[in-house]
């Protein structure tokens, strides 16, 4: 089932992933946990598993799980011969790291909602999640030194981002400081799926303080995901099979660029509504523009791709 030519990302393209580009995970509507999820507790257990088998039941505590620690999904199938092999070598390999990362095995046939959390397109499909959010490493198989490479280059970035914890440390993290009232307020209301309250929080924060660049992207990040909330994958399908008869049809060329980043097809994203504006005048191109600057604020502004980005808007404005 894996896709002709499917191949790990290089270790250089894994140590420029950036933790924004996707809906966040975390963030997903999800009953509370039970007891017997089998998932592993915070860091400072001294017996929790380094292999979980991938619920929807324990999905969003493992989700939880990767602000302490990085989260290795690995999406498979009994029909991929590829599989079983693979979760062998990742099984082996995790263990190796010695509680620095959990593997969380996601069969996609007892549970296909995960396979569409992260919208894989083969298996078996190995996906990152670092608080939260998605990280992209490799689809088909791998050998055993592809995927150390790989989990060096995301355990550099779990550092990078404050992610340092494991499992069995004997003794848990320092408790984070509390969020500012309002950013704690639209975090709740993310955590109970209402996404249009966590926006109205976030706008109340740039009220009071304008420059707050984290409430700028979570504003942007909350707006993108209550427009995806509802979205089926059959409705999906038709938005993008209409883009590519409507290229100026702004609604749908939007909707599709949303798709993009919460697939982490982030320059296909921008590169759609760049073209738009391009090709366009008058309020859809100032429409299309302010969408891609809230786009920007989603992924990072510090991120390579935006930069690039901003070149591209700037060629077609002026």
Same mark, same amino acid.
């Given at each position: ?149 790989? *989990? ?97 049809? *702004? ?25 738009? *504006? ?41």
């Amino acid at each position: 089932m894996s896709s002709p030519g499917s191949r790990p990302v290089s270790p250089a393209a894994a140590s420029q992933l950036n933790l924004r580009g996707a809906v966040d995970l975390s963030a997903l509507r999800r009953p509370a946990p039970s007891a017997s999820s089998g998932v592993p507790a915070a860091p400072g257990g001294s017996s929790q598993p380094l292999r979980v088998d991938a619920t929807e039941a324990n999905f969003q505590d493992l989700v939880q799980l990767s602000a302490q620690i990085p989260v290795l999904f690995l999406l498979w199938s009994n029909r991929s011969l590829e599989s079983s092999s693979l979760l062998q070598i990742l099984e082996g390999v995790v263990e190796s790291y010695a509680g620095k990362v959990v593997l969380a095995a996601a069969d996609v046939d007892a549970f296909p909602q995960l396979a569409q959390a992260f919208q894989v397109q083969a298996i078996p499909t190995a996906v990152a999640v670092l608080k939260g959010q998605p990280v992209p490493l490799f689809e088909g198989p791998a050998s055993d030194q592809e995927i150390r490479t790989l *989990i060096d280059e995301l355990l550099k970035v779990a550092e990078a981002n404050g992610v340092t914890g494991s499992i069995g440390a004997g003794a848990p993290d320092a408790e984070a400081p509390p969020l500012p009232p309002l950013h704690q307020a639209a975090f709740d209301a993310i955590e109970a799926g209402d996404y249009a309250a966590a926006a109205v929080a976030y706008r109340q924060a740039l009220a009071e303080k304008p420059a707050d660049a984290e409430a700028k992207a979570g504003l942007a990040q909350v707006e993108l995901m209550g427009r995806l909330e509802s979205l089926t994958a059959a409705e999906a399908d038709a938005l993008r099979h209409r883009a590519a008869e409507e290229p100026d049809n *702004i609604e749908v060329q939007l909707s599709v660029a949303d798709l993009d980043i919460s697939g982490g097809h982030i320059e296909d994203a921008f590169n759609r509504i760049i073209v738009f *504006i391009g090709r366009n005048f008058g309020p859809e191109r100032e429409t299309a523009r302010v969408r891609l600057l809230e786009l920007f604020n989603v992924v990072g502004i510090s991120d390579e791709r935006v930069a690039k980005a901003r070149q591209g808007l700037a060629r077609v404005l002026f």
